[in-house]
């Protein structure tokens, strides 16, 4: 028996609007409005709804620890992933070690791996974030590689592959487009990326 197993019958799932057993996002409290679809200078985002309400008391509980939260967040995401076309792998938007540390877990990539479930689609941990300069201390062929806080270093994906991107929350996108220019500095291409919610700027 694995310790997630050993929490999970200790603290069985339950929402977190209302609290009933069952799921970490209930269908009563799922917001009803209709997903976004925008675009961030040339990549093409559907998030799930705004950053609001019971999508972001989902959100922060997930960033909290809560795994039952992730599987509810993750299932829905799940459509998109199954829909997209011509890609290869998802990709998360990683968070820093210290937080991943803190959490057990990153929260981003837990998400890819329930919403790429039924899409038979791998889920690859491609970009890392640094806590600072990702240029510092590195060789010309990483620092290439490297945008803004993400740095690029997957063996298992190729030049000329088509991945998802996968985050919890955007905001301005500057993490996604980063994280965009950094694979497609090793020739991986991003035609689009899909979020829980979107954030006010
Ligand atoms: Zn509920």
Redesign the pocket.
């Known amino acids: 028996m694995r310790w997630s197993d050993v929490v999970d019958f200790l603290f069985p799932a339950a ?1 977190v ?2 609290d ?1 057993v069952g799921e970490g ?2 269908a ?2 799922f917001p009803a409005a209709a997903p976004l679809q925008f675009d961030l200078g040339g990549l093409h985002c559907s998030a799930l709804g705004p950053y609001c309400g019971p999508l972001r008391h989902a959100v922060l509980a997930l960033k909290s620890g809560r795994r039952d939260v992730a599987e509810a967040l993750g299932i829905r995401l799940s459509p998109y992933v199954v829909r997209a076309r011509d890609v290869a792998a998802v990709v998360p938007v990683p968070t820093t070690v210290r937080r991943r540390r803190q959490r057990g877990f990153d929260q981003a990539e837990l998400l890819a791996r329930i919403a790429a479930r039924d899409s038979g689609l791998p889920v690859v941990a491609a970009l890392a974030q640094t806590a600072g300069d990702a240029q510092r201390g590195r060789s010309r062929k990483e620092r290439l590689a490297a945008v803004g806080r993400f740095a690029y270093g997957a063996a298992s994906l190729a030049s000329g592959m088509r991945v998802l991107l996968l985050d919890d929350v955007v905001t301005t996108g500057s993490s996604l487009r980063d994280c965009q220019a950094a694979l497609g500095a090793a020739g991986i291409r991003v035609p689009a990326a899909i979020v829980v919610a979107r954030a006010d700027r």
Request: with cysteine; aromatic share 0%.
């Open positions: 929402c609007e209302c009933a996002l209930c009563r409290c």
